[in-house]
């Protein structure tokens, strides 16, 4: 039987519930309860603005987006955020989900840390990166009532170091390829937790320091 939490019914088909038991299997309890937040801010989000979603898709891109984090899905060279969406990606090609819904998922996946561009998209896409944001930077927190937060922080509950906790699994999941932050916020994470050895990479340096003689 499908959970309603906050007045949002959790998708209970095949497909969602075997990304909730892959992602389960997957990541420990701290990016496991994120990822079931983000999907209740992004569903209560798309309520709120009244955009018409689909909330199977939006469940699939929340449980997915930090797949790329695991050891398992983690990439040599690739943005923590493409192997996540890679991984989605290949999960619901094999359910034979249509490309046009593959495709969003993965974008939304994709997109999630990069701020500006996410919002203007389709409702998959947006309410991702809205309910990520909610979770981890408490943008629009104050939009949802105490109710709402209340009773999905009661099902998944945000850890007394949470803030903390995701940082460090962020820099845990990019330290070792920390080329991939260049141009995105996720520079910032390796500043604070790899100081010694973290060089930020420089757009005006690259351009600069080109090939082309003028």
């Known amino acids: 039987m499908s959970q309603i939490i906050a007045g949002i019914r959790v998708p ?30 992004g569903a209560l989000t798309g309520e709120r603005r009244g955009l018409k979603y689909d909330p199977e898709l939006l469940y699939l891109g929340a449980m997915f987006h930090d797949m790329g984090l695991t050891e398992r899905y983690s990439s040599p060279d690739l943005r923590f955020e493409v192997d996540g969406a890679n991984a ?11 490309e046009r819904d593959v495709e969003d998922v993965w974008t939304a996946i994709a ?3 990069t701020p500006g561009i996410p919002e203007h998209m389709r409702p998959t896409i947006a309410l991702v990166t809205a309910g990520v944001e909610m979770d981890v930077l408490g943008i629009a927190y104050h939009d949802f009532t105490r109710e709402q937060r209340q009773q999905v922080c009661d099902h998944h509950p945000r850890e007394a170091n949470f803030k903390e906790g995701i940082i460090d ?21 390796l500043a604070l937790r790899d100081p010694e050895h973290f060089v930020r990479g ?11 003689p003028s």
Not at 88 to 98: E, Q
């Open 202 to 212: 420089n757009f005006c340096s690259i351009i600069l320091g080109s090939a082309w």
């Open 88 to 98: 989605a990606r290949d999960f619901m090609k094999s359910y034979g989900v249509p």
């Open 169 to 189: 699994h962020f820099a845990s999941g990019i330290i070792k390829k920390p080329e991939t932050t260049f141009g995105n916020v996720k520079a910032d994470v």
């Open 12 to 41: 209970d088909s095949n497909i969602a519930r075997a990304a909730t038991q892959l992602v389960r299997d997957t990541e420990d309890d701290l990016l496991y309860n994120h990822s079931r937040r983000v999907f209740f801010w």
């Open 111 to 113: 997109l999630h840390t």
